[in-house]
């Protein structure tokens, strides 16, 4: 340690010039995944030992890459952090111990070029020219989530030399009218380091107006050094003998230009990383990569269930990061959307809702920073993994429904979009904590109600269950999609005898009740259909005030076999001569899947439907029933009533 602590120190006191500085941001930006004082000890130890570092991780990341280093290698020492659980002197201990930095140990990774195997992608940049449409999308987004609005076509009067400036009182960032491709992207990043660092309340924001200068010109150095842009020209005069030589100046400022530069080229990395996947495989995508191909790629189960306590410390994080988000400025359509639906900010709070940014690795490196490692955060569903191995945030620009336990213990998330494109609710993938067809949305709050009234409302949605919360119809639970399964029917017998279905009055949530008919006659509950209006869900008549309404048809509801024997009564045409006989052999053909009460109230339904004696239809239901039993079986629940 003492050793590293010399060359350390010994790297650092040679920036004292331009040129010093230049040269240290080039190789921070080669190596941005590591801190400032790692990159140089990189550098310095890789440079002695007469190489020049390109790309630099760990033995077991290379291994799980493909490449295996070297007999007799030896590694490059750096500084990994050691977080630990800690008892704070004083304060009440609570059930989430406080997690701190303790102190450092020295580890080694190595450079690809000490390695043998697989072959790994080109990620160096390529010089770029032009408009640099899909780079200059990303940080234009990165601005805007922060809550700035951007101007691109302001006036040289206004801006007089510059050619940007942020204004922190109104939230609003403008650059100079006709800027090249090259030199807006330059300088949107410029922007965007002085709104990440500089906010009036940010930490450690210096005094000195040409240290922060420096700082948000080497961040937009940094950048355009990663993606191929040489900004050598225009930036070094802003940070020419700005040191001074003062160590422990050039330290601060260092970390903080690291840290705001990592995120945002990790952002221009995974977009570009995700576009050249999405390209190989062929998509028609001309532009980006789908939100929807994204979660695809993310279906299968992330399962490590072997450290199941660490994955539930993983998700509560997960929550309270996205609960903190909801409440910050790049929320704000989330919140007017919560609004909308006429959501209390109480409401909010009671079922911890939160948002998640649009950005690709703000959840991940949080999580990070609370030293949980990436294998933990994969497992617990909040991450994907890119085909290099890099994590991004799952949740993108959506309102988070965090999906708890009966108990109320967190399990899984759940998102709904607000900014960008994409599916518009999206669950988790499954873990080993989660499995959607497990679980019942806000059953933990409703389980009281519920046995009280001997009857569960089931929905669809997490609004609809929240929204009938919130109107004090506090038995509704959800099924987070359409399909009801049999684990959370059992869920429900525990404590009702009977459910209602209300599934929203479209063709979609109607087509479930059908699907899973079967499951639900089988489920030793009495079922009731409630028939909502057509394109109407129960938030949806709640946020118009009508509760009473909504009461109304969730007590009028319909047995499950009279639903089913109406569905069938919609095909046909009632006022022809084949239409009756049609629709009474439709239900003949699947009378076996009913209970001995249900088929005589089914009788006495089509008699009274089809204006006919009661005797005549049950003679015939029981004739054509017979009919279809002397012929082979089929699996008929599948097929439409």
Not at 5 to 11: D, K, V
Not at 218 to 245: F, K, R
Not at 356 to 374: E, F, M, V
Not at 420 to 443: D, F, M
Request: charged share 25%; with cysteine.
């Amino acid at each position: 340690m003492e050793r590293l602590h010399e060359q350390l120190q010994a790297s650092l006191a040679t920036l004292v010039t331009s040129e010093d500085w230049k040269e240290a941001l080039e190789v921070a930006a080669r190596f941005h995944g590591y801190s400032f004082a790692n990159t140089q000890l990189i550098w310095a130890q890789a440079q002695a030992s007469g190489f020049t570092p390109t790309r630099v991780t760990g033995y077991r990341t290379w291994r799980s890459l493909g490449r295996q280093v070297r007999r007799g290698e030896k590694g490059l020492t750096i500084l990994a952090p050691i977080v630990r659980n800690v008892a704070v002197e004083g304060e009440v201990p609570t059930e989430e111990p406080e997690r701190r930095l303790v102190g450092f140990k020295p580890v080694h990774v190595f450079d690809i070029s000490q390695t043998d195997g697989e072959p790994l992608p080109d990620t160096s940049p390529v010089l770029l020219e032009g408009e640099l449409p899909g780079r200059w999308e990303v940080i234009a987004r990165l601005i805007s989530d922060a809550g700035y609005t951007l101007d691109l076509e302001a006036d040289v009067a206004r801006l007089g030399s510059a050619n940007g400036v942020t204004n922190m009182t109104d939230r609003h960032v403008a650059l100079k009218e006709g800027l090249s491709g090259a030199q807006r992207f330059k300088t949107g990043v410029h922007e965007l380091a002085h709104i990440r660092l500089h906010q009036p309340d940010s930490h450690g924001s210096p005094d000195c107006s040409g240290i922060i200068e420096v700082e948000a010109e080497s961040v937009a150095y940094m950048v355009c050094a990663s993606v191929g842009l040489d900004s050598t020209d225009y930036s070094l005069p802003y940070v020419a003998s700005w040191s001074g030589g003062d160590i422990e100046k050039v330290t601060a400022t260092a970390n903080r230009v690291i840290g705001c530069a990592h995120d945002i080229i990790e952002s221009l990395e995974l977009k570009r990383e995700l576009e050249r996947t999405t390209i190989a495989r062929g998509s028609v995508e001309e532009v980006g990569v789908s939100d929807r191909q994204i979660w695809e790629s993310a279906a299968e189960p992330n399962l490590l269930p072997q450290r199941t306590n660490e994955i539930e410390d993983v998700v509560r994080a997960a929550v309270e990061f996205y609960r903190n988000q909801l409440t910050r400025p790049v929320a704000g359509k989330a919140r007017t959307y919560l609004a909308s639906r006429g959501f209390h900010e109480a409401t909010c709070e009671a079922w911890q809702l939160g948002y998640a940014p649009p950005s690709w690795n703000a959840l991940t490196q949080h999580l990070r920073s609370q030293g949980l490692d990436d294998e933990l955060v994969f497992a617990a569903g909040v991450a994907g993994r890119a085909e290099s191995g890099r994590l991004y945030d799952l949740m993108r620009g959506r309102i988070i429904f965090p999906v708890l336990d009966e108990h109320g213990e967190p399990r899984g998330l759940a998102g709904r979009q607000i900014v960008g494109n994409g599916p518009k609710y999206v669950n988790g993938p499954e873990t080993s904590l989660y499995a959607k067809r497990e679980l019942l949305y806000g059953l933990n709050r409703a389980s009281d109600a519920i046995a009280s009234a001997g009857e569960a409302v089931v929905v669809e949605g997490y609004t609809d269950v929240i929204a009938a919360h919130q109107a004090g119809i506090n038995n509704v639970i959800g099924t987070s999609g359409t399909a009801i399964t049999e684990r959370q029917l059992a869920l429900v017998r525990e404590s009702a005898q009977s459910v209602v279905l209300a599934f929203d009055g479209d063709s979609g949530g109607l087509q479930a009740i059908e699907n899973n008919s079967e499951t639900l006659q089988q489920s030793g509950l009495d079922i009731r259909v409630a028939v909502l209006p057509s394109d109407q869900d129960p938030a949806s008549l709640l946020t118009a005030g009508r509760v009473l309404q909504l009461s109304q048809i969730l007590d009028q509801g319909d047995p499950l076999a009279i639903y089913l024997v109406d569905r069938v009564l919609e095909r046909y045409d009632l006022d022809g001569v084949e239409g009756p006989i049609r629709a009474i052999y439709k239900t003949a053909s699947v009378l076996g899947q009913f209970r001995p009460a249900d088929r005589s109230l089914i009788a006495k339904h089509l008699a009274d439907r089809l204006g006919r004696d009661l005797h005549e239809v049950d003679s015939m239901l029981e004739q054509y029933a017979q009919q279809g039993r002397s012929r082979p079986r089929r699996d008929l629940h599948r097929s439409s009533l």
